[in-house]
């Protein structure tokens, strides 16, 4: 991660040996396709669980089978899931996993050849998106461009900023600058923080590309 300081909006998993291992097989350029599915899945699931870990919850006490009482905790309000395609689709049975039934949308941002900005050109979402907390899945944030545009279609949705957690695998420190710079009041959940970018817009140390990599189109 270098000498980059994120801001307090990015919560970095606790880099235990067990995550460090993960993110090396998938890191290493001569993981074949099958370990590399494998291994993301299960750095994603860790990532949903620690997104998860950030909504708001309500005491509830509960009875238990032996007639005693329980002072737990209970989620308040209800989630959904926007993918980033494509490779935020990769995200999506993670959350599912962890959430039945859980609401995804889907949303397609590319650059446009013109005006070399990023445009959208599709996404369908839960009707009552504006009454849920989203999790916006992309694994690799980058320029912040394609989340920017996101988190725009989100809010444009009714969406409330600080109900959107971005859940992704690496982040460039260009990326989490611009997403948080414009939207203060999110929350970026990440594996890991890389050096920057390379000319071509990738990250470094990075991994690739995640969605050729993960859905075998390289
Ligand atoms: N998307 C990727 O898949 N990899 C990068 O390094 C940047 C964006």
Redesign the pocket.
Known sequence: MGSYKPPQQVVVLDPTAELRSLMSIIRNKDTHRGDFIFYSDRVIRFLVEEALNHLPFVEKTIVTPTGAKYDGLAFKGQICGVSIMR?GEAMEQGLRDCCRSVRIGKILIQRDEETAMPKLYYAKLPQDIADRFCLLLDP?L?TGGSANKAIEVLLSNGVKEENILFVNLICAPEGIEKVVGKYPKIKIVTAEIDDGLDSN???VP?L????CRYFGTL
């Not at 690739?208 to 969605?211: A, E, K, L, S």
């Open positions: 490779a690799m980058a817009k990738f990250i990075g690739g590309d995640f969605g």
